[in-house]
């Protein structure tokens, strides 16, 4: 890989499994004992935002019961070293990668750590729980709501990760289902630029034909030994 130097990375939630998170979504089609459809999107916030609020509430709190592995870490001595371009996109809303040290760092579904005013557009970190019609310190209006990315709505800064993915040599996909748009057709941005593409996965992705090359086995495993490959 020595003419590797711009790279982007994608995370998904099997990076954070390794660390005790729910995958977002299991074999049987629940979230954390909850339909998708329930706690993540516009309709279920308006339909029960108590309920909407109280699941945000209690994966807020379930970040204190965990800590970043060697995947995390990895990804963090990568970012620190890499002497070219490198942007590391999660889908995922826990704060692993920032405890581990990842600064080159974009949200795109948002973060469990972050509430949003509705009314105003204001984000600011939350660490607590948020009950309905909690008050904005902005704008005083009793609309804030978890700074999650519901099914529906755009994700953040795909302006950011796109001129990145044009400007890539490399694009490597982590512990992601592939089935979730837009973060799933990155690749294949990636490969129209010409980018290296590879997948590190537990199992092959709904687009893992989409990748020159797949590695499968846990993300604390695969993660570390690309990020010596890349940095040796």
Request: hydrophobic share 45%; with cysteine; charged share 20%.
């Amino acid at each position: 890989m020595d003419d590797i130097r711009n790279i982007v990375i994608l995370t998904g939630a099997g990076i954070s499994a390794e660390s005790g998170l729910a995958t977002f979504r299991g074999p049987d089609g629940l979230w954390e004992g909850h339909r998708v459809e329930d706690v993540c999107t516009p309709e279920a916030l308006e339909r029960n935002a108590a309920l909407v609020h109280r699941f945000y509430d209690e994966r807020r709190a379930r970040l204190a019961e965990v800590e970043p592995n060697a995947a995390h870490e990895a990804l963090a001595a990568l970012d620190a070293e890499w002497p070219g371009e490198l942007l590391i996109v999660t889908q995922n809303v826990d704060d692993l990668h920032e405890r581990a040290g990842v600064q080159r760092l974009v949200h795109m579904h948002g973060e469990l750590l972050s509430v949003l005013c509705a009314a105003c557009g204001k984000a600011m970190r939350w660490t607590h729980s948020l009950p309905p019609g909690s008050i904005c310190d902005g704008c005083g209006g009793r609309a804030l709501r978890p700074d999650i990315v519901f099914f529906g709505e755009m994700p953040y800064q795909m302006d950011l990760i796109d001129d990145a993915l044009r400007q890539a040599d490399l694009f490597v996909s982590v512990g992601t289902s592939g089935a979730v748009y837009p973060a799933a057709g990155f690749v294949q941005t990636a490969r129209h630029v010409g980018a290296r593409t590879l997948e590190l996965n537990l199992e092959p992705s709904a687009g893992s034909f989409y990748f020159e090359e797949s590695r499968m086995g846990a993300a604390s495993v695969l993660v570390p030994a690309l990020v010596r490959e890349l940095l040796a």
